[in-house]
């Protein structure tokens, strides 16, 4: 492998941390199925984007010959789709080469799982957003996707005790809560007394996708589409690709 083709891949490991992350629905297993496909040879693919696209199916080779039932109404190729499209951002044909798959093929499967996630479990969510614009945005989107929102706060403090009170399904969290504190340990205190999936939203997600400390699962950009955040609060939820993985 070439020295250009080897900093291409690293300058690619954290998008291909966030996608495979989302889809095992924890850190450690999502790392570890990145780690095992630069073993397993995980080169460029010509053309733009190459070694994030090269990544990205390395991976998805290897998620599709994990064994086990995948959790929720939702297929690992319908998951794996879904990621690709809206977290990532691929185009529809890019994600079918992706993941192996006819193009034609690939839509048909999207348009049915979409249809699935509106059909899905709600959630009861608390948003910790310390903008009052953006929170009321998110609560608006949260909400458009079939969930419910049990609270917003805007600082740490706030956070840990809405969780305390409400106990919700999913936290939607920014990492900068400016003069309120911090969101990443807002969540981490609200963790140390009840087990939740957390997204967190982020302008720079390849901060928290470094794979050198404990970061969180599920990452989503600023600004996101609708989509992006019905798909990722799917997987929050569900937890990912077998049943009792992460």
């Known amino acids: 492998m070439s020295d250009s083709d080897r900093t291409a891949l690293l300058e690619a490991l954290p998008y291909a941390r966030r996608f495979a992350r989302a889809l095992t629905g924890a850190q450690s297993s999502g790392d570890a199925m990145v780690a095992e496909a630069l073993r397993s040879g995980a080169t460029p693919v010509p053309g733009p984007g190459g070694a994030r696209l090269g990544l990205f199916a390395s991976v998805a080779r290897i998620a599709a010959a ?40 690939a839509e048909e499967m999207l348009a049915a799982a979409r249809e699935r996630l509106r059909a899905a479990n709600a959630a009861r969510v608390l948003i910790i957003e310390d903008e009052p614009i953006i929170a ?17 706060a805007a600082s740490e403090e706030e956070a840990v005790a809405l969780a305390e009170r409400e106990r919700p399904s999913l936290v939607l969290a920014d990492v900068n809560l400016g003069q309120g504190g911090d969101g ?29 400390t404990v970061e969180p699962a599920f990452v989503i950009t600023k600004p996101f589409e609708p989509t992006t955040l019905a798909v990722a609060t799917f997987q929050a939820v569900t937890r990912g690709l077998p049943m009792g993985a992460g």
């Open 184 to 212: 990443q340990s807002a969540v981490e205190r609200i963790m140390e007394r009840h087990s939740v999936p957390v997204i967190f939203v982020t302008a720079y997600p390849e901060r928290l996708l470094t794979g050198s």
């Open 136 to 152: 009321m945005d998110l609560q608006q989107l949260v909400e458009s996707a079939g969930h419910e929102v049990v609270g917003l």
């Open 66 to 105: 994990q064994p086990g039932d995948v959790a929720g109404s939702l297929s690992r190729q319908e998951r794996m789709l879904l990621l690709l499209t809206s977290l990532e951002e691929l185009d529809t044909a890019t994600a079918a080469a992706v993941v192996g798959m006819d193009p034609d093929d």
